[in-house]
């Protein structure tokens, strides 16, 4: 729509960036947060706040969450022509939901960090939110990993053949979105705000390298072809999950029997 001259708000914002499960709300499916938040989380949030701001937030965020769910749902049943209560779905909802609320109240204790615009991070600042991002991936990586699964069984299963090389790879991933995080997330408040006025040729340099690194990536994995090794968690098999964006479970029960 952008390349039709249509000026439209970004859908998402770099949501494997997040540094916090609020951060990953915020980011991810920006219509969808947008929509959720003015028909169920705000209504309920203005009802309920003369009682106090903890049983505004917790009841306001409950009741959001439940609607989002409801409404995936509807979306799969619309879709698939069913619809089935997992106990996967239900456990990824309900811990996501308590992660938001929890970081929610956190926030609204410690106040939510903002950054001025003049202003870069410190060296203390820049680890801790590295830290973060790699944290809030992780965790998102493995609800992702369990909502994906049809069983809870099924999940345990698939996690059960993970080895060295699961762990390699992991780190490597984690690795990447380090890196990105300094790439797109740290380094953009030193040198764009500052620097790209002493040097725009410079600054416009990075732009477009920040804009290209990620299409260099995604043609580098799903071209890439590695020799097999033993186990179910290879590197191929990491190759084949990108490229096609399905869940492995059915070609480890081919392997299993």
Known sequence: LLLFGFNLPETHKRYFLAASFTDYWRRINIYW??????????????????????????????????????????????????????????LFWSILALCVLVNSLWEMKKGRQ??????????????????????TFTCIALLWSMWCTPTLG???????????????????????????TVFYEIRPWSTSRGASKAAPARADMFAFLRSVAPLLLVLVVATVRLPAGPGYMTAPAFVDAVNTGDSMTDQLAERSR
Do not use: C, N
């Open 33 to 90: 947060k947008d929509f959720i938040l003015k028909i169920f989380y705000y209504p309920v949030y203005f009802r309920l706040k003369s009682k106090g701001p903890l049983v505004a937030i917790g009841l306001a965020t409950i009741w959001a969450f439940t609607m989002t769910w409801a409404l995936h749902l509807y979306q799969t049943g619309w879709l698939k022509g069913e619809a089935p209560m997992t106990w996967t779905d239900i």
């Open 114 to 135: 903002r950054k001025l615009v003049s202003k870069g991070y410190s060296h203390r600042e820049a680890a801790i939110i590295v830290l973060k991002t790699v944290a």
């Open 154 to 180: 099924e999940w345990f299963d698939v996690l059960s053949h993970s080895d060295v090389t699961t762990l390699g790879l992991g780190l490597a991933v984690l690795a990447v979105i380090a890196a990105a």
